[in-house]
């Protein structure tokens, strides 16, 4: 075992007899190692680094290159007790793969392989750690995709987005995780592993792998999974409307989902997030909808045809193609990562004590505006600098 930090909370033999299992460099307690796994992306985590605050790291990070690997953790984990964070890229923004003191880190990493690809079926096999920017990039000269594009995709995982539940921003076309998920391989708490073979659908039983899909490492980790693929799309084409509401923005893309238009991107701006994420393209007030397709999708003008015609039906303005909306967001539509990472990460590029966070809802169409209007309600009401951080709250509707 590398290193020459202190291995708190677990028994540091036990470590070392965990090590000598793995093999060398699979298990480090270097105190680089353990701080740089001692938090993901939450803000309160962030928050807690710039104040000062202490940091509790793990006992040891364990780097494991299988399946097989990830079973000896495990086993040994429940033997001697040890609590045991499963870890992909760290990309939550939640909390969820911080460790306390004396547990282990299973950083999963190290499993980052594509290993087969079914060109007939167009499915992919894929170890849990790949992260999704290199997958997709594997997957280009075949012309495919997995179409899931969550705003995280190249700091996080295959083995995080299923952990997640995770939802792209084309899951209006391409489902979000659970959709694209075919089969999986997993490993229990017991070190027993469990795979389940790739198919669209069964009716034998309950659906183990829909079991994993949003349990956040608690009932296993997965280490392997087949994902189903799509023709990857050679160009978008882009429907934007501008709306004097969020209400009559909300009831166009509800008409625009139910006329089954094949759009793979359906998304909503309130006035406050449409002047933050298009004022510079030249917007100039109010709401948006913006509805995105594959360029090369069969009756494409009529498709088009029919959400302008439900857009302009709930009181929606075209906004000039010229101005280029939706390629412009499509361009820069994960920028929003490395600002956050600039304003909560050391560059405190806001005052010390400024805090970004984003958070997700969702509610059935009846109960949209309710919600919507009580998120915000409750936002203004914890605001200790009402005028300040008014300016800075944001909404989006993001369709699947």
């Known amino acids: 075992m590398s290193g020459e930090g202190s291995a708190a909370g677990a028994a540091p033999a036990s470590l070392a007899s965990l090590a000598e299992r793995l093999g060398p460099d699979a298990a480090t307690i270097e105190p680089a190692a353990l701080a740089e ?13 710039a104040r000062g605050d202490r940091i509790v790291g ?3 990070v364990v780097l494991p290159a299988s399946t097989e690997e990830v079973a000896v953790v495990l086993r040994w984990a429940t033997k001697t007790g040890t609590p045991v964070v499963p870890r992909g890229g760290g990309s939550g923004v939640s909390g969820g793969a911080r460790p306390e003191q004396g547990w282990v880190v299973l950083d999963l990493t190290r499993m980052d392989r594509m290993l087969e690809v079914d060109d007939e079926s167009r499915a992919v096999h894929v170890e849990a750690g790949i992260r999704g920017d290199r997958l997709e990039s594997a997957l280009q000269p075949r012309r495919l ?11 996080s995982t295959v083995g995080g987005w299923i952990a997640a539940s995770s939802a792209g921003q084309a899951s209006a076309g391409f489902g979000a995780i659970a959709d ?8 229990f708490g017991s070190g027993e592993v469990v795979s389940m073979k790739p198919m669209p659908r069964s009716a034998a039983g309950p659906d183990l792998r829909r079991l994993l899909v949003g349990s956040e490492g608690t009932l296993g980790v997965v280490t392997e999974a087949w994902l189903a693929c799509s023709p990857l799309p050679t160009s978008w084409e882009w429907e934007v409307f501008g709306f004097a509401s969020f209400e009559s923005c909300m009831a166009a893309l509800r008409g625009v989902r139910r006329v089954e238009s094949g759009a793979a991107v359906i998304r909503g701006y309130d006035e406050v997030d449409a002047a933050l994420s298009f004022g510079p393209a030249g917007h100039a007030g109010g709401c948006l909808a913006m509805v995105g397709f594959d360029a090369g999708l069969p009756g494409l003008a009529d498709r088009r045809r029919a959400v302008a015609e439900e857009a ?5 303005e075209g906004i000039d193609p010229s101005k280029e909306y939706g390629a412009n967001w499509w361009n820069h539509r994960n920028d929003a990562v490395d600002l956050y990472r ?11 004590g400024a805090v970004v966070d984003t958070m997700e809802v969702a509610g059935l169409w009846s109960g949209l505006p309710r919600l919507y209007a ?3 309600a409750a936002l203004a009401e914890g605001d200790p600098e009402p005028g300040r951080a008014a300016a800075t709250r944001r909404s989006e509707v993001r369709l699947r």
């Open 37 to 49: 796994r001692a938090r993901d992306w939450w803000a309160l985590s962030f928050l807690a680094e």
């Open 58 to 60: 793990p006992a040891a």
């Open 145 to 155: 995709t997995v179409g899931n594009y969550p705003q995280s995709i190249a700091i």
């Open 180 to 187: 694209r998920l075919l089969g999986l391989t997993a490993v």
């Open 312 to 316: 302009t039906g709930a009181g929606g």
């Open 342 to 352: 600039r304003i909560m990460g050391p560059d405190r590029i806001f005052w010390s």
């Open 374 to 376: 009580g998120v915000r």
